[in-house]
């Protein structure tokens, strides 16, 4: 059983556009978040975390929001640049457990077209 | 500085062979996580050592797998009698370790993608 899903496998923006990128959880036990962002042949590289004191995390063009009522974050990400077509993956562990592995979903290709 | 580095990249095994994965995390992040990512799924975690010790190994899906940390840096994953259910990119990540049970972001190797014929 998934603990973390990313219901939407891919998505299309046009460049300057915004993107939102989906993510819900289970296990109400994870109280800390991450986005990463995969680029084919590489390693997933860490984009934006957010922890669950907070609702909204914002770093440049992308906003991390949480809603715990309904085990659910979003990755905004404004404007949308072509560069960040990649394959985005929503990430979650416990905090209070110190360093834990990361849980992820399967992922969301992005596409920016210009 | 250099970021988490994998090798080999690329490895081709046939089945039954026994194969080892090498890990080189950035440089004083104590925490090394490996993960496994088969193709349409996200990573899935497989073990992690805090220092040399494996503080969780709860993700090796059987005895087959094994992994060591034996001066708290270099890791390697080790498999043997591989299968072609084995087949998948392995990444190793790596973090500090914070204090007061706070969680830092994991940085993650490029990968090495295993087959098995």
């Known amino acids: 059983d998934q603990q973390v899903k990313q219901n939407s496998p891919s998505l299309s923006v046009q460049e300057g556009r915004i993107s939102i990128l989906n993510c819900d959880y289970t296990n109400s036990m994870f109280d800390y978040f991450l986005w990463y962002k995969k680029y084919p042949a590489e390693g997933p590289t860490f984009l934006i975390s ?12 992308f906003t991390v929001f949480l809603n715990k009522s309904a085990k659910h974050l979003s990755l905004h990400i ?12 929503c990430a ?18 992005l596409s920016v077209i210009a | 500085g250099a970021g988490v580095s994998q090798t080999p990249s690329n490895k081709v095994t046939e089945k039954g062979k026994y194969v080892e994965l090498r890990c080189d995390p950035i440089s004083g992040h104590t925490a090394l996580y490996w993960y496994r990512q088969s193709l349409g799924q996200g990573p899935e975690f497989l073990i992690y050592f805090q220092g040399t010790g494996a503080a969780d190994d709860s993700g090796l899906p059987n005895d087959r797998f094994f992994a060591v940390r034996p001066e708290g840096s270099v890791s390697t994953l080790k498999i043997q009698r591989t299968e072609r259910g084995d087949s998948a990119v392995y990444l190793c990540a790596s973090s500090l370790t914070p204090p007061g049970g706070l969680a830092y972001e994991q940085y993650f190797g490029p990968g090495t993608r295993l087959t098995v014929t």
């Open chain 1, 78 to 89: 404004v404007p949308s640049q072509p560069g960040d077509s990649a394959v985005y993956f």
């Open chain 1, 92 to 109: 979650a562990s416990g905090i209070n457990s110190g360093n834990t592995p990361l849980v992820f979903g399967k992922g969301t290709r």
């Open chain 1, 50 to 61: 957010i922890s669950s004191i907070k609702d909204k995390n914002e770093d440049g063009r």
